[in-house]
C-alpha cells in the first residue's frame, strides 16, 4: 500500500510538472498580422503586410492637368491597385485608408519587408510615374509623387 502512495504521489509530480510547463505556442512579433499576446514561444507563424497610400500635391495637380491628364491608374507589380482623378491633390500626407486616397496593402508572408514596382499611369497610357518602393511589416508609408 505504500508503494502504491508513493507511486501515485510520483505521477501527480510528474503530472503537475508537465502541466505547468506547457507553453503556448504561436506568433509572438507585435508587428506581424498573426500576433499571438498568449503566445509564450515563437513557432513560426508569424505573418506580415505593409501598406501605403500615393499622394501628390496641387502644384504637381495642375502639371497634370496642363498635360492633359485626366484619370490616373496605379499599378504595383503590375497589377491595378486604384484609380484617382487627377485633379485630386492632398496639401499634406493622407492616413492610409483615408477615403479618397489611393491605399494599397501588400501581403509580405513570413518576409518583414518587400520591395515591389509602382507605376501610374494616365488615361492614354503615358506613364507618369515609375519607382521601388519598400513595404515594411506593420507600416504605412506614404509616397508622395513629384
Known amino acids: 500500500m505504500k508503494s502504491l502512495k508513493l507511486l501515485l504521489l510520483g505521477v501527480l509530480i510528474v503530472g503537475t510538472a508537465t502541466m505547468s510547463s506547457c507553453v503556448t ?18 513557432d513560426g507563424s508569424c505573418l506580415y503586410e505593409g501598406t501605403v497610400v500615393f499622394w ?19 499599378y504595383v507589380d503590375n497589377q491595378i491597385v486604384g484609380y484617382s482623378s487627377a485633379d485630386v ?16 496593402t501588400r501581403d509580405l508572408g513570413s518576409y518583414t519587408s518587400g520591395t515591389s514596382l509602382y507605376q501610374v499611369i494616365d488615361q492614354d497610357g503615358w506613364i507618369i510615374w515609375s ?4 513595404f ?7 509616397i508622395q509623387l513629384n
Do not use: F, R
Open 25 to 42: 505556442e504561436g506568433c509572438t512579433d507585435p508587428d506581424a498580422k498573426t500576433y499571438d499576446s498568449a503566445a509564450g514561444s515563437d
Open 56 to 74: 501628390y500635391g496641387q502644384s504637381i495637380s495642375n502639371l497634370l492637368g496642363l498635360a492633359g491628364a485626366q484619370t490616373l491608374t496605379y
Open 89 to 104: 491633390y492632398w496639401t499634406s500626407a493622407p492616413n492610409c485608408g483615408t477615403s479618397g486616397s489611393v491605399t494599397y
Open 131 to 134: 519607382d521601388y518602393i519598400t
Open 136 to 142: 515594411t511589416a506593420n507600416t504605412c508609408e506614404a
